[in-house]
Nanobody, 118 residues
């Protein structure tokens, strides 16, 4: 059974930092594309960052230069370092996994709340 469990969310002031973690079980992240997404109530879930099984990284324009995605294959963990946080970064952040043969993300975590106060 595949599980993705996010942690590290919380309340932070604008300009601050948070590090999100995603612990994967039931799959090996070095054979999956791993991504971070976020969602605000009433809005669609939006892409934040992804790291491919080869380590190729892509960011949404809104977070470039502020967020860093990384992974530790040995620990089966994915991370999202978020710096210079803005109130508009407030959302529930989700970790997701996409198999190499899929065009959609197959597995999702339950999400972790990030709130940035102004």
């Amino acid at each position: 059974q595949v599980q993705l469990v996010e942690s590290g969310g919380g309340l932070v002031q604008a300009g601050g930092s948070l590090r999100l973690s995603c612990a994967a079980s039931g799959l090996t992240i070095n054979t999956y594309h791993m991504g971070w997404f976020r969602q605000v109530p009433g809005k669609e879930r939006e892409f934040v960052a992804t790291i491919s099984w080869l380590g190729i990284i892509t960011y949404a324009d809104s977070v470039k230069g502020r967020f860093t995605i990384s992974k530790d294959n040995a620990k089966n963990m994915v991370y999202l370092q978020m710096n210079s946080l803005k109130p508009e970064d407030t959302a529930v952040y989700f970790c997701a996994a996409r198999s190499r043969g899929s065009n959609t993300y197959d597995y999702w975590g339950q999400g972790t709340q990030v709130t940035v106060s102004s």
